[in-house]
């Protein structure tokens, strides 16, 4: 049995690992090159939202196992200045990662950005939301060995998502290279 607190998912009897995850929802850029970033923001991220109510769904499900703690804070860049060094510092403690989430054509320079100070702690990150010109301008920056994409496509509210999936300029690519696609399930 869990209890569920302020985005901390705790046993019932101590936990002997935790995992820390930081879901950021990157802002953007304006023309000048500045992050832009609003006192209060009026429209919350949905993105956030959702994957916050699957991390609470995992967490009571003990994903990682009994005897892993899972706790996550959420950030908000378009309102909320992210501390890259004190997250890095946290994670590198203990374990975790960084999930950069939601992002759209307009904000993946940003998330790259994001991403690219974190990995330089040694921290692992993840991207997902992104789009064909995306895809297409990362792929050739990956890291040699493992990396991990992932998408929930869908024609009705993500579609931009399935489009990147199918996108011939991307599969070309893919291909061009050399990157091995698998499935979770191929592990």
Request: net charge negative; charged share 25%.
């Amino acid at each position: 049995m869990l209890s569920i607190l302020r985005g901390k998912a705790a046993a019932t009897t101590p936990a002997r690992r935790k995992f820390l995850l930081y879901l950021i929802k990157p802002s953007h850029y304006d023309d000048d090159g500045y992050v832009i970033q609003w006192r209060r923001s009026t429209i919350p991220s949905n993105s956030l939202a959702s994957v916050y109510g699957l991390l609470l769904e995992c967490a009571e499900a003990q994903v990682l196992g009994p005897d892993v703690e899972i706790e996550f804070e959420i950030y908000d860049e378009c309102n909320t200045i992210v501390d890259i060094p004190a997250i890095s510092k946290r994670i590198l403690a203990d374990s975790g990662m960084v999930a950069l989430v939601g992002v759209q054509s307009n904000q993946f320079p940003r998330a790259l950005d994001i991403g690219r100070q974190f990995r330089k702690q040694g921290v692992t990150v993840a991207v997902g939301g992104f789009h064909v010109s995306g895809c297409i301008a990362m792929l050739p920056e990956l890291p040699p060995g493992d990396s991990e994409l992932y998408s929930h496509p869908s024609l009705d509210e993500f579609m931009n998502e399935f489009d990147a999936l199918v996108s011939p300029r991307v599969k070309e690519l893919v291909k061009k290279l050399g990157i091995e696609l698998i499935r979770y399930q191929d592990l």
